[in-house]
RNA sequence: GGCGCGAUAGCAAAGCGGUUAUGCCGUGGCCUGCAAAGCCAUUUAGGCCGGUUCGACUCCGGCUCGCGCCUCCA
């Protein structure tokens, strides 16, 4: 039975879908003016574990993710490259899909653009002014009362007396209340804008949300994720939206991955500490990246640096190592195998992937004890279920860059020729000549293999 | 100022009121021409102060330190 930890109770719970067999999820993904960042990583890879593991429960799934296409980041940027936004945001969806790719993220099931939905929004706005949530500023600008709203706060635990709005940042003066937001901005010069009822104009972000879930999975539906950093003010804004216009609630999980860290401080783009996927991938294999981010709970914070990747790289070549040289055929999981059953265990407890891994580690050392084609196959089909060791071993090891000009196996050859002489000094010298190239051999019963260093 | 999260061995990171987490690193051994890989064994833990308990890293309280949100952010 699977428990996820809520953020609206800030507790596990019990899982249980509204329909018995159909689970719903939305999670809100990037707003698209620049590559992703190993932040925008993290979210990927974790609800796609988490997508995957409700599909390995047996559950039908509608995953959906949303792509941000029109914002003042947006617009800002296509006007410094004079571009359109849709050209600017098309490169970098482009972008993002091979980021995802290259990490194991499977394609969510409907990914909804903000820029196609203008209507449905426009529908949620006027809703919402008709119950007097909203209102229309003497500025053309329509905001969200979020005095009105009875909940609002209960998803973040905050109370609308004790936010300091306006500390940090100048309050828009046509608010009625400096905590009320924006649902629709009134048109500026070289804007991007659409006809509305209250003028033409484009949707504040947080209504993008509200409207796109309503409309693909519907006003009450199961679990709603994102990144630790949206759960304010942007999905209390999406539940003070979405149940004042339905009169239900939104829905029934809230679920929040934690923040990617360089040096104990939050990856952000503000700050400027931020790695991006591509610059990571120049060094080290997709497979690390993603290995790096399950290894952790989604919930713990998780420090980047170099020695962190190199250290997954270790580890994650100690899984493959178990795997070199054997073929699996047999694709579907022994979940009655004892190490299968403590595998779905960790996953059902809030997706504990770090324990989860565990059992990879212990699969791998009973696999290199036995070389049973039992062990090695569950160890290979729970690799899966995170999305991970499905790549050949060999071709793993063997990676690309340093030393792809040098002929290895002739090397190797040379080498054993050398030990066959009983010349040890050459077969040394060949060894070490490799060595120093990042490529390192590996006498076994069945010859010589290599890999990278 | 308000609200929240965290503190585990050299590094990373989990579970658990009493019994080996796991990976890397270190040490010893087996294996090897020597290595590597692997296997076996093994050294390093639970911020500080109290409390509950037969027993606490694990529960409760306080303190200290770190981080986050209250502004756009995954």
Redesign the pocket.
């Known amino acids: 039975m699977l428990n996820i930890f809520n953020t609206l109770t800030?507790q596990k719970e019990t899982f249980t879908p509204i329909k018995a067999n159909h689970v719903r999820m939305y999670v809100?993904?990037?707003?698209v003016y620049d590559y992703c960042?190993?932040?925008?990583a993290?979210?990927m890879v974790v609800f796609d574990m988490v997508a995957r593991w409700l599909r390995a429960s047996g559950y039908a799934l509608t995953y959906v993710r949303n792509i941000?296409d029109v914002?003042?980041?947006i617009i800002q940027r296509a006007n410094e490259n004079n571009e359109s936004i849709t050209v600017l945001t098309q490169r970098f969806i482009d972008a993002m899909d091979e980021d995802a790719m290259r990490l194991g993220v499977l394609r969510p099931d409907i990914e909804p653009r903000a820029t196609t939905h203008i209507h449905a929004m426009i529908e949620m706005i006027g809703k919402l002014i008709e119950k007097g949530y909203a209102y229309c500023a003497d500025n053309g600008d329509v905001f969200y009362a979020v005095r009105r709203f009875n909940g609002y706060g209960k998803l973040?635990?905050?109370?609308v007396d004790?936010?300091?709005?306006?500390?940090?940042?100048e309050v828009d003066t046509f608010k009625n209340d400096p905590m009320d937001?924006v649902l629709w901005k009134s048109v500026k010069p070289n804007e991007p804008n659409w006809d509305s009822p209250w003028g033409p104009g484009r949707p504040g972000?947080h209504i993008e949300c509200s409207a796109m879930s309503g409309q693909h999975l519907g006003a009450h539906f199961d679990i709603h994720g994102?990144?630790?950093?949206?759960?304010?003010?942007?999905h209390e804004n999406e539940i003070a939206q979405s149940e004042a216009t339905h009169g239900c609630q939104m829905a029934n999980y809230w679920m929040h991955?934690?923040?990617?860290?360089v040096d104990?401080?939050?990856?952000?783009?503000?700050l400027g500490n931020?790695f991006t996927i591509r610059t990571v991938l120049e060094q080290y294999d997709a497979e690390v990246i993603r290995f790096f981010i399950l290894?952790?709970?989604y919930r713990?914070?998780?420090?980047y640096s170099h020695?962190?990747l190199d250290?997954a790289k270790?580890?994650l070549t100690?899984l493959y190592?178990?795997l070199r040289g054997v073929t699996v055929t047999e694709h579907a999981v022994d979940w009655s195998h004892p190490q299968a059953l403590r595998f779905k265990a960790?996953m059902d407890?809030d997706f504990?992937t770090?324990?989860a891994?565990?059992v990879l580690?212990?699969l791998?050392?009973e696999a290199?004890?036995d070389k049973s084609a039992n062990t090695i196959a569950l160890l290979k089909n729970l690799g899966a279920v995170l999305g991970l060791l499905q790549q050949d071993a060999d071709a793993f090891m063997q990676g690309k860059g340093v030393g792809d000009d040098l002929d290895i196996q002739a090397l190797i050859k040379a080498?054993i020729e050398a030990?066959s002489a009983k010349n040890?000094a050459e077969?040394?010298r060949i060894?070490a000549e490799l060595t120093d190239v990042g490529i390192?051999?590996?006498?076994?019963p069945q010859g010589t293999i290599w890999r990278k260093a």
């Open positions: 800030r809100c993904g990037m707003t960042h190993l932040g925008h993290r979210v941000t914002d003042d980041k973040s635990g905050k109370s004790d936010l300091r709005a306006g500390e940090r940042v937001f972000w994102g990144g630790q950093d949206l759960q304010f003010p942007h991955n934690g923040f990617v860290r104990d401080e939050k990856m952000s783009k503000s931020f290894r952790a709970h713990s914070p998780l420090n020695q962190h250290d270790v580890a100690r190592t178990a960790a407890d504990n770090a324990e891994m565990a580690f212990d791998a050392n290199n004890k080498r030990k040890f077969a040394d060894r390192l051999l590996e006498d076994t």
